[in-house]
Protein backbone atom coordinates (compact mmCIF):
# COMPACT_ATOMS: atom_id res chain seq x y z
CA UNK A 1 0.00 0.00 0.00
CA UNK A 2 1.08 3.50 -1.00
CA UNK A 3 1.83 5.92 1.79
CA UNK A 4 1.35 9.73 0.14
CA UNK A 5 2.49 12.93 1.45
CA UNK A 6 0.44 16.07 1.37
CA UNK A 7 2.16 18.91 -1.15
CA UNK A 8 -0.30 21.23 -0.92
CA UNK A 9 -3.80 21.79 -2.24
CA UNK A 10 -5.89 23.37 -5.46
CA UNK A 11 -7.42 26.31 -5.87
CA UNK A 12 -10.16 27.80 -8.08
CA UNK A 13 -10.56 26.65 -11.52
CA UNK A 14 -8.62 29.19 -13.73
CA UNK A 15 -9.87 30.09 -17.69
CA UNK A 16 -11.49 28.44 -20.13
CA UNK A 17 -9.79 24.64 -20.28
CA UNK A 18 -10.01 23.70 -16.85
CA UNK A 19 -7.26 24.22 -15.57
CA UNK A 20 -6.83 24.58 -11.81
CA UNK A 21 -4.61 27.45 -9.48
CA UNK A 22 -2.30 25.26 -7.41
CA UNK A 23 -0.82 26.27 -4.06
CA UNK A 24 2.10 23.69 -3.53
CA UNK A 25 4.62 23.54 -0.64
CA UNK A 26 8.02 25.18 -0.94
CA UNK A 27 9.91 22.02 -0.06
CA UNK A 28 8.15 20.00 -2.72
CA UNK A 29 7.96 22.24 -6.04
CA UNK A 30 10.56 20.25 -7.20
CA UNK A 31 9.00 16.71 -6.64
CA UNK A 32 5.44 18.65 -8.60
CA UNK A 33 7.35 19.66 -11.50
CA UNK A 34 8.94 16.58 -12.11
CA UNK A 35 5.54 14.37 -11.22
CA UNK A 36 3.19 12.81 -14.32
CA UNK A 37 0.46 11.82 -11.51
CA UNK A 38 -1.27 13.79 -8.04
CA UNK A 39 -3.44 12.40 -5.96
CA UNK A 40 -6.59 14.65 -4.90
CA UNK A 41 -8.37 13.64 -2.12
CA UNK A 42 -12.04 13.50 -2.87
CA UNK A 43 -14.88 11.93 -0.22
CA UNK A 44 -11.51 10.37 1.64
CA UNK A 45 -9.62 8.73 -1.31
CA UNK A 46 -6.76 9.61 -2.89
CA UNK A 47 -7.54 9.93 -6.58
CA UNK A 48 -5.33 9.60 -9.21
CA UNK A 49 -4.67 12.67 -11.49
CA UNK A 50 -2.91 12.93 -14.75
CA UNK A 51 -1.13 16.10 -15.49
CA UNK A 52 -1.27 17.13 -19.22
CA UNK A 53 0.18 20.33 -18.43
CA UNK A 54 1.93 22.80 -15.90
CA UNK A 55 2.90 26.82 -15.98
CA UNK A 56 4.00 29.16 -13.62
CA UNK A 57 3.20 32.85 -13.55
CA UNK A 58 1.85 34.79 -10.69
CA UNK A 59 0.53 31.32 -9.59
CA UNK A 60 0.98 27.89 -10.38
CA UNK A 61 -1.57 26.54 -12.90
CA UNK A 62 -2.56 22.86 -13.58
CA UNK A 63 -4.29 21.64 -16.80
CA UNK A 64 -5.33 17.51 -15.68
CA UNK A 65 -6.24 14.70 -18.43
CA UNK A 66 -10.01 14.43 -18.82
CA UNK A 67 -10.68 17.82 -17.08
CA UNK A 68 -11.71 20.38 -20.07
CA UNK A 69 -14.03 23.13 -18.79
CA UNK A 70 -14.40 25.02 -15.45
CA UNK A 71 -17.15 23.01 -15.05
CA UNK A 72 -15.16 19.72 -14.44
CA UNK A 73 -12.59 21.22 -12.92
CA UNK A 74 -15.66 22.27 -9.99
CA UNK A 75 -15.26 18.90 -8.03
CA UNK A 76 -11.62 18.79 -7.92
CA UNK A 77 -11.31 22.32 -6.25
CA UNK A 78 -10.19 23.60 -2.49
CA UNK A 79 -8.85 19.63 -2.04
CA UNK A 80 -5.59 18.57 -0.92
CA UNK A 81 -3.11 17.46 -2.77
CA UNK A 82 -0.55 14.15 -2.42
CA UNK A 83 2.05 12.59 -3.93
CA UNK A 84 3.13 9.37 -3.44
CA UNK A 85 6.25 8.57 -0.99
CA UNK A 86 7.99 6.87 -3.28
CA UNK A 87 7.78 9.75 -6.00
CA UNK A 88 9.68 12.42 -3.42
CA UNK A 89 13.07 13.04 -5.15
CA UNK A 90 15.01 11.92 -2.45
CA UNK A 91 17.05 15.21 -0.90
CA UNK A 92 20.79 13.99 -1.92
CA UNK A 93 19.57 14.25 -5.30
CA UNK A 94 17.77 17.41 -5.52
CA UNK A 95 18.68 20.43 -7.88
CA UNK A 96 16.39 23.31 -7.32
CA UNK A 97 16.45 25.69 -4.57
CA UNK A 98 13.74 27.34 -3.63
CA UNK A 99 14.07 30.75 -2.60
CA UNK A 100 11.21 33.32 -1.22
CA UNK A 101 11.18 36.41 -3.75
CA UNK A 102 8.12 38.05 -2.52
CA UNK A 103 9.10 40.46 0.09
CA UNK A 104 5.12 40.00 1.67
CA UNK A 105 4.52 36.45 0.80
CA UNK A 106 5.09 36.18 4.92
CA UNK A 107 1.95 37.87 5.66
CA UNK A 108 -0.47 35.49 3.97
CA UNK A 109 -2.92 34.25 6.44
CA UNK A 110 -3.20 36.91 8.45
CA UNK A 111 -6.00 39.53 8.50
CA UNK A 112 -6.02 43.44 7.39
CA UNK A 113 -7.84 46.07 9.48
CA UNK A 114 -7.87 49.29 8.04
CA UNK A 115 -7.36 51.83 10.83
CA UNK A 116 -10.56 53.91 9.93
CA UNK A 117 -12.62 51.55 8.82
CA UNK A 118 -12.10 48.35 10.25
CA UNK A 119 -11.82 44.56 9.52
CA UNK A 120 -10.91 44.54 5.92
CA UNK A 121 -10.80 40.41 5.57
CA UNK A 122 -8.00 37.29 5.94
CA UNK A 123 -4.58 37.82 3.26
CA UNK A 124 -5.15 34.52 1.64
CA UNK A 125 -2.65 34.83 -0.95
CA UNK A 126 0.19 37.31 -1.87
CA UNK A 127 0.74 37.97 -5.84
CA UNK A 128 3.25 39.66 -7.72
CA UNK A 129 2.64 42.55 -10.40
CA UNK A 130 4.71 44.45 -12.45
CA UNK A 131 6.51 46.81 -9.17
CA UNK A 132 4.01 45.84 -6.90
CA UNK A 133 2.95 42.92 -4.60
CA UNK A 134 -0.88 42.91 -3.90
CA UNK A 135 -2.77 40.95 -1.54
CA UNK A 136 -5.77 38.81 -2.50
CA UNK A 137 -8.45 39.58 -0.04
CA UNK A 138 -12.18 38.40 0.20
CA UNK A 139 -14.37 41.50 1.05
CA UNK A 140 -18.09 41.70 1.28
CA UNK A 141 -17.98 38.61 -0.98
CA UNK A 142 -15.86 39.95 -3.70
CA UNK A 143 -11.75 39.44 -4.31
CA UNK A 144 -10.11 42.34 -3.77
CA UNK A 145 -6.45 43.57 -4.10
CA UNK A 146 -4.48 45.71 -1.85
CA UNK A 147 -0.95 47.23 -2.42
CA UNK A 148 1.21 45.64 0.02
CA UNK A 149 3.51 48.62 0.97
CA UNK A 150 5.48 48.87 3.97
CA UNK A 151 4.45 52.70 4.04
CA UNK A 152 0.69 51.84 4.21
CA UNK A 153 1.43 49.11 7.07
CA UNK A 154 0.89 50.62 10.45
CA UNK A 155 1.37 47.82 12.60
CA UNK A 156 1.84 44.29 12.44
CA UNK A 157 1.33 41.73 15.25
CA UNK A 158 2.60 38.35 14.76
CA UNK A 159 1.11 36.90 17.65
CA UNK A 160 -2.92 37.23 15.99
CA UNK A 161 -1.48 37.57 12.76
CA UNK A 162 -3.15 40.95 12.41
CA UNK A 163 -1.73 44.18 9.90
CA UNK A 164 -3.12 47.29 10.60
CA UNK A 165 -3.35 49.19 7.75
CA UNK A 166 -4.09 52.57 6.31
CA UNK A 167 -5.35 52.16 3.08
CA UNK A 168 -5.92 55.06 0.29
CA UNK A 169 -9.25 56.34 0.10
CA UNK A 170 -11.39 55.06 -1.78
CA UNK A 171 -9.68 51.24 -2.35
CA UNK A 172 -12.95 49.90 -0.29
CA UNK A 173 -14.90 51.19 -2.17
CA UNK A 174 -14.52 49.42 -5.78
Do not use: W
Not at 4 to 11: C, D, E, H, R
Not at 26 to 43: A, M, P, R, T
Not at 57 to 71: M, Q, R, W, Y
Not at 147 to 161: D, F, G, R, W
Request: net charge negative.
Amino acid sequence: MDNYIQIGFTKKAYGVKGELKMKIEEQYVEDFFKCKILFISIGGKKVPFFIEDVRIGNAVIAKFEDINSPEDAIPITSKEVYLREKDIIPEAERVLEVEETLLFKKYEGFTIEEIEKGIVGKIEEILEFPHQEMALVKYKGKDLLIPMNEQLIETVIEASKRLTMKLPDGLLDL
